[in-house]
């Protein structure tokens, strides 16, 4: 990360000094050694890196190794629609592809494999709610390199958050590729006379630099708000601020379910009925994907991973 990019990022007020240096309080050294368990900020913490070794030794084990590595790559295309109050009427039918949790360094694979899943896919615009990385040190060129396969072929415009693996030094590599991120701000999209916002904020889950405040700052009134966060566990916050539809990941769904889908871990601070899929509190609707990718382990049971086409309808 040039100091440049750095300067640039706190005086536009992208992202706040003070949230900035909170961020890079908590980011571990990207020249260091990866650590042991291999992302283990993500779906289990640190402490786990233990029962990490142990869940990969059972699966292989098992004798199950081949059949979750294949379940990882096989990606599913969901399509959903989603009611907008106040949506303007040259937006009806708009379509949203949402990814999610891609861990891009995960296998040397998985960018070809996404790459060649969304390359069909017709939509108006692509969100990314966090989690380019899986590793959270070491060095960031493994996840750029992937992340420039999987760009050319995603429908633009781009906008993504960045997730509780994510580093700014990981940002900076992806704004050089030409994504655009949004830290604690948004963008409006215009149509016709119309606008829709798509907001978005840093990771609330372990580094807690989202400042949903911040990022609605500006937004002209009536105009429909779509919230990015990497995690849902600020659902609440978002129907407080009026957000009209949440878009989160960090979840995995479990990644590694029950038959029934039923996950044995999500590690989300918040109740599980916003882990995974559409869901509803108070006025607001969510989506939670279970991710693009995979994270700790290389596997899936009971849960296959996914890219979310989401259209908008005028309700
Ligand atoms: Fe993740």
Redesign the pocket.
């Known amino acids: 990360m040039s100091d440049e990019w750095y300067t640039r990022l706190v005086q536009s007020g992208r992202l706040s000094v003070t949230l900035a240096e909170k961020r890079r309080s908590k980011e571990s050294p990207d020249v260091a050694v990866a650590q042991p368990s291999g ?1 283990s900020r ?2 289990l913490a640190s402490h786990l890196s233990d029962h990490v070794k142990l869940i990969r030794s059972l699966i292989k084990m098992s004798g199950l190794s081949k059949r979750g590595h294949n379940n990882a790559r096989r990606i599913r295309i969901n399509e959903l629609s989603i009611d907008i109050p106040q949506l303007p009427e040259s937006f009806h039918g708009f379509k949203l592809m949402h990814l ?2 891609l ?1 891009l360094d995960m296998a040397p694979d998985i960018a070809d494999v996404i790459a060649a899943r969304v390359q069909p896919i017709a939509a108006d615009a692509t969100v990314i709610t ?2 380019f990385r899986a590793a959270t040190a070491g060095p960031v060129a493994p996840t750029v390199a992937a992340f420039e396969k999987v760009l050319p072929h995603l429908p633009r415009p781009v906008y993504a958050v960045l ?3 994510d580093s700014l030094q990981v940002a900076a590599g992806l704004e050089n590729l030409g994504l655009r991120l949004l830290f604690n701000e948004h963008v409006l999209m215009q149509r016709d006379n119309a606008q829709i916002a798509i907001v978005g904020v840093d990771d609330p889950h372990f580094f807690q630099t989202d400042d949903l405040d911040a990022a609605l700052v500006g937004i002209p009134h009536g105009v429909p708000k779509i919230l990015l966060a ?1 995690s849902p566990e600020i659902y609440a916050d978002a129907e407080r601020s009026g957000i009209d539809f949440m878009l989160a ?2 979840t ?1 769904g479990g990644q590694i379910c029950l038959p029934g889908g039923y996950p044995v871990i999500v590690n989300a601070d918040c109740p599980r009925r916003y882990c995974r899929g559409f869901w509803r509190h108070e006025q607001l609707r969510g989506y939670t994907s279970v ?1 693009t ?1 995979s ?1 700790v382990v290389d596997v899936r049971f009971n849960c296959p991973p996914e890219i979310a086409l989401h259209t908008l309808v005028a309700a």
Do not use: E, I, K, V
């Open positions: 992302a993500g779906l999610s949790d861990h966090g989690d997730g509780n693996h990497h990941g960090h995995h991710g990718g994270s």
